[in-house]
């Protein structure tokens, strides 16, 4: 859920990576059964105690039940003698006689009678470990069905159809018992190989994906590792699919657990990570997008200073008159006139961060930070850093500056730089403006959240502590230091430092939003607690989305998804433009009980709230994962299911850190897989409703 809540109660659309998403995946987030798979047990054939019932050889499979019995040695003599002369005609006169019928029956007798002498010496050669012999006489059986097929490819009648379907079957259980001799011969190629050739002739064999599986796996070949796993995954719900459409549970478990497709996931996120990183590096610091409006003033109000900055923004003036005093400066005054040349550079320069600062008590934040980013280029002389006199030309430029307004500038550069998600420039506009203002508290906790950002947590404690030493009822300080306690899991210090902030400025809201989501994270869930908090911070002020988004939260922790939803309605109504509520309403729909007798929760409603959630704010990572998750479960077919990809691929342009990089590039790799694994099985979809 959104704002930090961290309940305990389990969501249908919490798939998971074992989940592909389809029906089957919601009876299993919320099954109590184990998630290991169980391998199907077959009739052993030949000898004990192998990899497990995969890997064992089937060779007497190969034989049809129907064939009939063996010949005694006596009658198997009389068949191969030639007859004699006195026989000729009568021999003769029986052979003219046959229908074609006959005679495909007794090629095929005479055929399945060789493969019972393979399948014997097989078993043989098997059982003394010599593989590669074993597989020889799969190979030698084999070539005497692909003679037999010679014969009859081009022949129409019913017999010689039901005789090449036989075959067929026999090929495929010859193909898959030598596939299992070359992969204990340590043979992968060969037997992947035929793996893939018993697969060409039936998509859904398991035995031959499991090998596959596991050589693909110890090739390091971790991708198509993964697509044979969903194919699994994918055969066994296919198979349940009349109990999954009833809401009963499947028989049997999954045939592969979810800690084979965690691990398989973690090896290819680096090289999927990788590629979007270097598609966010791509991009110049100036094209990367900012949060939303919503969140940019929510984390601004987090600062003790918002109202100061807020009230002189308010009063300094209009956009209008800094622009017309913008237009009213010089142009192109030569660097060879220094005094006037960093005169107007240092005017133009605080003009622009007055007027970035009216932009930003706007909330026209995206024109904000474009005069901010050119103020800073301005003061820092980009354009003349090849130059002989850049260096004195940059001191002046400082030097002319209001050293308040100098300050204020690297401050909002450091912030822009934060949005934007450029930690490096940003601590360094923040470190260059606390050498000018040492006893600046909000700096040392702005400096700590970047420190947060990149994961500094034991830096980010210091800036901290050095902040409360000075002033230790800094408000800012106590409450961005609670969330770091929460990242660290020491949610009782998160509790002290909040209701510290409490005592200190009862009229904290945020302080006591905070503190409603620690008690709801207590080891011993402190409900009342919390709905305590949220209720005083209602009374500040009633109509805040914050407030009704938390309370929705506190309703979903219990269970309670109707009042829930209600709640996060009302979020929505005080502030259009909070994404949060959308994304919990979402998950309120598709965990309230289904109306009208249907086994579904009402997944298109859900994914409209979410789509909004997006628009809302595009950077909204939670809304790709769980739309992500619906959409492919909704999927009609397979190019509806590919949306899905590029869904997660506009997602990732989105991405500031590290984790909801990985978060995104964790469910495209499994939606790609299944995919594929939906293409190999020959599935026109993934939806299993």
Request: proline fraction near 3%; aromatic fraction near 4%.
């Given at each position: 859920m959104g704002s930090n809540s961290n309940h305990h109660q389990t969501t249908y659309i919490v798939i998971g990576l074992a989940a592909i998403?389809?029906?089957?995946?919601?009876?299993?987030?919320?099954?109590?059964?184990?998630?290991?798979?169980?391998?199907?047990?077959?009739?052993?054939?030949?000898?004990?105690?192998?990899?497990?019932?995969?890997?064992?050889s089937n060779v007497a499979a190969t034989t049809p039940r129907s064939r009939s019995s063996a010949p005694t040695d006596a009658a198997a003599a009389a068949a191969s003698s030639p007859p004699s002369s006195s026989d000729a005609a009568t021999v003769a006169t029986t052979i003219s006689t046959k229908s074609p019928s006959s005679t495909y029956d007794d090629d095929d007798k005479a055929l399945h009678r060789r493969i019972e002498e393979i399948d014997r010496a097989g078993k043989a050669l098997f059982k003394d470990k010599k593989f590669m012999e074993a597989a020889e006489t799969f190979t030698e059986a084999l070539?005497?069905?692909?003679?037999?097929?010679?014969?009859?490819?081009?022949?129409?009648?019913?017999?010689?159809?039901?005789?090449?379907?036989?075959?067929?079957?026999q090929v495929i259980t010859l193909m898959n018992n030598r596939s299992a001799m070359y992969e204990k011969a340590n043979q992968p190629d060969l037997a992947l190989s035929d793996c893939d050739a018993v697969l060409s002739l039936d998509p859904t064999h398991s035995k031959a994906r499991t090998r596959?599986?596991?050589?693909?796996?110890?090739?390091?070949?971790?991708?198509?590792?993964?697509?044979?796993?969903?194919?699994?995954?994918?055969?066994?719900?296919?198979?349940?699919?009349?109990?999954?459409?009833?809401?009963?549970?499947?028989?049997?478990?999954?045939?592969?657990?979810?800690?084979?497709?965690?691990?398989?996931?973690?090896?290819?996120q680096p090289e999927e990570m990788k590629?979007?990183?270097e598609m966010m590096s791509s991009k110049s610091i100036q094209e990367r997008a900012l949060p939303s409006v919503y969140t940019i003033t929510q984390l601004l109000k987090s600062f003790s200073g918002y109202n100061k900055w807020m009230g002189e923004a308010a009063k300094g003036g209009t956009v209008g008159k800094f622009t017309s005093q913008l237009e009213d400066l010089l142009d192109h005054v030569p660097r060879s006139s220094t005094v006037a040349f960093v005169d107007n550079v240092a005017t133009k320069a605080t003009l622009l961060l007055q007027r970035g600062r009216r932009y930003a008590f706007e909330k026209e934040f995206n024109k904000a930070v474009k005069d901010f980013d050119e103020a800073f280029a301005l003061v820092e002389d980009?354009?003349?850093?090849?130059?002989?006199?850049h260096n004195e030309i940059k001191a002046g430029i400082r030097q002319a500056m209001d050293m308040e307004d100098y300050a204020r500038l690297l401050e909002w550069s450091g912030m822009c730089n934060h949005l934007r998600y450029e930690l490096k420039v940003a601590l360094e506009c923040y470190e260059r403006c606390s050498e000018l203002e040492p006893e600046n508290t909000e700096l040392l906790v702005k400096r700590a959240g970047v420190k947060m950002d990149g994961w500094q947590h034991d830096d980010a404690d210091t800036l901290f502590s050095e902040a409360l030493a000075i002033n230790p009822t800094a408000s800012d300080a106590l409450l961005h230091r609670a969330n770091l306690r929460m990242l660290q899991q020491r949610v009782s210090d998160s509790q002290t430092d909040l209701e510290t902030c409490i005592r200190l400025y009862p009229n904290n809201m945020l302080a006591r939003l905070r503190l409603a989501t620690v008690y709801m994270a207590m080891a011993k869930e402190d409900m009342d607690g919390a709905k305590r908090m949220l209720d005083q911070a209602e009374e500040y002020d009633p109509d805040s989305s914050e407030v009704h988004c938390y309370r929705g939260e506190l309703h979903f922790a219990r269970g309670e998804f109707v009042d829930a939803m209600g709640d996060f309605e009302k979020a929505m109504e005080c502030d259009p433009y909070n994404p949060t509520p959308y994304v919990n309403a979402a998950l309120a729909v598709v965990n309230t009980p289904p109306a009208n007798g249907s086994m579904v929760p009402d997944f298109p409603k859900a994914i409209k709230l979410l789509e909004k959630a997006i628009e809302v704010d595009p950077m909204m990572h939670g809304a790709y994962v769980q739309l992500g998750q619906m959409k492919l479960s909704m999927a009609t077919n397979l190019t509806k299911a590919k949306e899905v990809v590029e869904l997660y691929?506009?997602?990732?342009?989105?991405?500031?850190?590290?984790?909801?990089?990985?978060d995104i590039c964790s469910m495209r790799i499994l939606t790609v897989a299944q995919i594929d694994a939906a293409h190999a099985l020959q599935m026109e979809t993934l939806n299993m409703q």
């Open positions: 998403a389809t029906a089957a995946a919601l009876w299993y987030a919320t099954s109590t059964s184990s998630s290991e798979g169980r391998r199907n047990k077959s009739s052993k054939s030949v000898s004990q105690a192998k990899k497990g019932d995969d890997d064992k070539d005497l069905i692909q003679e037999k097929r010679g014969i009859i490819v081009n022949d129409s009648n019913d017999s010689s159809k039901s005789s090449s379907s036989s075959l067929t079957r596959r599986l596991r050589i693909l796996e110890s090739q390091s070949r971790h991708a198509e590792a993964l697509v044979e796993v969903c194919a699994l995954q994918l055969k066994f719900m296919n198979d349940n699919r009349d109990k999954l459409r009833l809401g009963l549970p499947p028989t049997g478990h999954p045939p592969v657990s979810q800690s084979k497709i965690e691990e398989l996931v973690t090896f290819i590629r979007a990183e980009v354009t003349g850093k090849d130059e002989e006199n691929d506009r997602g990732l342009e989105y991405c500031r850190t590290p984790e909801e990089i990985k």
